[in-house]
């Protein structure tokens, strides 16, 4: 019984992933609709500097945030209390 409940589940997901992309419709994007506006593109170093370093930028300062502002004292590891034979 485990067998065809899998089997529904993949068949449900596979189905709603290609309803999913037929309904979707990237051809359209091509052409642009009224009142678009569309500004300047991006060059190579603007588009790193948005999606990769600030990113980065963004991870570093709030890691480095959680662990100035860390009160916690107990940084030594515990001892494990020896078995007796």
């Given at each position: 019984m485990d067998k065809k409940n899998a089997l529904r589940a993949g068949a449900l997901a596979a189905g709603t992933t290609l309803m999913m992309l037929l309904m979707s419709s990237p051809a359209?994007?091509?052409t642009p609709d009224d009142g678009d506006d569309p500004?300047?593109?991006?060059?190579?170093i603007e588009t790193l500097?948005?999606?990769?370093?600030?990113?980065?930028?963004?991870?570093?300062?709030?890691?480095?945030?959680?662990?100035?502002?860390?009160?916690?004292?107990?940084?030594?590891?515990?001892?494990?209390?020896?078995a007796k034979a």
């Open positions: 359209l994007a091509v500004g300047p593109g991006l060059s190579v500097g948005l999606f990769v370093v600030a990113p980065l930028a963004l991870f570093a300062v709030i890691a480095g945030l959680v662990m100035v502002l860390d009160r916690s004292t107990d940084r030594q590891p515990k001892a494990r209390a020896k």
